[in-house]
Structures are given as C-alpha cells and as structure tokens.
C-alpha cells in the first residue's frame, strides 16, 4: 500500500503541503496535462508518510453546530467599488491592518497568474478584492505564514478556498488563536494554465497587465450591484467581455473545467473549515428593504474565533441576520459539491487540440440573437431594467 502523496490521486486539491514538508526532496509540483499543480513522487522517497500527515484531504471535516449568518454590506464605500458583492474581505483585511498591523495572506493577479501574497500594504490588499475564478498557487505562503505565527504578538488573516484554508492548518497541525481564517463558498477553480491560454487571446504577455477581474460595476450607474463581466486591466485601460462571450468565463459559469477534486469537495456544506465563510448572498431578495439596489455577501461565523473576529470588524457593515438553511438551499455550494457535467470530460482536449475561435465557437459564442442581445444586457444595461428586457426576449 502506498505511503506517500500518490495515494491521494483525484482527490488532491494542489495546496503544495506535501512539497514544502518533506525532507527527503522527493516531491515535485508540476502541471499535468490539464494544467493542475500535481505533486509527483520520485526514487527519494521513504514511505515515511510525512506528506499524507499534512495533507488536508486526509483530515475529517468537523461537525459545527450554532452558526451564525449575516447578511452583509461594507460601509466603504471605496471598499465597495472594487468588491464582487458585499466587500467582506476588504473590510475585514484593513480593520486588523489598521487595529492590529496584522499580515494578510490571499490571492491577487501577479504578472500573469493569480498567487496568495502576504502584505501589510493597503494598496496590495485592495488587488486582492474581488473574485479570482481560478485556482491561486500558495507557493511559500504557508511557511511563511508559520513562522509569522510563532510571535505570539503578530496576527494572520489568510483568506482561500475551503481546501486552501484547510492546507494551512494541517500545515500548522495547529489553530493558532492569532491566526484568522476566511474560507471563501467556493463553485470550484479551472486550472491556470487554461486561465493563461485565455489571457492571452487578449494580449500576447499576461504579465504586463495591470489586473484581471471576473466582477465589475458599472461607474456610470448609482447602483452598486456586480455583473459577471471579465475585466482586463492594462495600463490604466479596460476592456470588459461578458461571460457569455469569452470561453473560459463561459465554461466556469457552466462548471465544465473545475479541477475534479472540486465535484467531489470535503467542504461544500455547512460544516466550514473557516472561522468565517464568506460569499455572495443569493438569498437577498428575501430581505427587500436591507440595501435593495446593492450587491451583498453572507457571513457565516463559524466559531469562538470567528465569533471574536465578527466582533471585532462588525462595525465596519451594515448588517442583518441571515435565514442560513434557507442560504444554503438557494446556494447549493453550502449544501453538495458542483455535479460534473458530462462535457468535463473533453473540455481540457479540447483547449488544447482547437484553436481559440473553434474552441470559442463551441463552448462560448452566442449563437442566436437573443443570446447575443442578452449578452449586451448584461454587460450595459442597468439593472433596474435588465429583468423586464430579459424576460421580454425569453
């Protein structure tokens, strides 16, 4: 029977644990052929077992009872501009920076790829707002983070995927009360190689754009709701696809390029590895009269140390209790993993064999002209609005 990380096989989710705690130099991480980091094993190897102990996939998910939910808006407005919904983290992130001088460790666009950083700066922590649909590399980060963590004085905030964050304890074999965690309700992350290939359709060096970002608000409206729009950064200059448009955007919206750990996550239900979840709240209709025409988050605390954070930052939102099950009938990620759809299966041979339009053509372009006015819809028109036109063109 195998000792070692090999074992894991599908069910790894690429936190890199397993690379930076063994001692013998017998792990690698390398892309596969979809573009996923993946350790592999080599003659090194002594079956002492070290990486499965840090592995997250091997760990049970631990029962919680007695959460509480929130539905959440940031009073910053600067915040907010930049955020994908309710400017959670942002506003988390610069509360402990200004009250404690904490670290932050999470993922931002850097020279062509999304990677965690850890940053005391504000200017770097506001690229870190917004979504990432992408799988981030942690590189060094949680080293790092480990010894950050062993002054006692010092305080983390990390935020990442549910298995990201579950790579940070099993790394510390620990959960340290100066370290905060913020676990993202996450659909699932395409590879960056795929994300690579796509940005580069846009501009033949990825790593001279300024940023890359998957939700945008229009400047031109007084409502502060997000859109699903790719927007793509350089020189201070945007250019914004809508989702429908662009195949990568398209075929993470459809769940088609997911890694495959992700259709079968430990942590798709209510039994979070964070101290905090956060995520868009898609249940906001149910509370008309809290903040209407904004796009908000749902927090779910769901811990002592969760519970002590919230207390900390709360001042910093408007805010209202959440019907939690319900939340999670509505987002389903809070109930079951993503199902694999049956196309997954090709979509990776396809981004690899077809050129960029024939892919395009296949998995993302309009084919009728409803779609295509839709399209324009949901990148333009105000949102006041795109409910009557829609449902007209249905």
Known sequence: MLKNIAKIGKDCCGCGNCFYICKKSAITLKADDEGFIQPFVNYNCVDCGACLNVCPQTKEVQTIDNQQAYIVLTKDANIKKISASGGVF?????????????????????????????????????????????????????????????????????????????????????????????????????SPLFFLKDLKHYCKHPERLSDVRFRWRNPMSNEGKSSFILSIEKQNMSRLYSSSYDPYFATFMKGESFRLSCYQCHYANLNRVGDITIGDCDSAKLYPNFHPNESKSSIIVNNSNGTYLWSMVKKNFFYTYLDLQYEAEINHQLSIPFKKPSSRSQIYSDAKKMSYWKFKSKYAAPTTIRQKVLAIVQTYIPFAYKWIIQRTLK
């Open 90 to 190: 942002g506003t988390v992130a610069k509360s402990l920076v200004n009250e404690r001088n904490a670290y932050v460790c999470a993922a931002s666009f850097v020279k062509g790829a999304v990677r965690h950083i850890i940053t005391q700066d504000y200017s770097d922590i506001k690229k870190c707002q917004g979504s990432k649909y992408v799988q981030s590399s942690l590189e060094d980060c949680l080293p790092r983070i480990k010894g950050i963590l062993k002054d006692k004085q010092k305080t983390v905030l990390f935020c990442g995927t549910p298995c990201q964050v579950a790579a940070v304890y099993s790394f510390l074999g620990e959960r340290p009360s100066n370290l905060y965690t913020l676990d993202l309700i996450c659909h699932g992350v395409p």
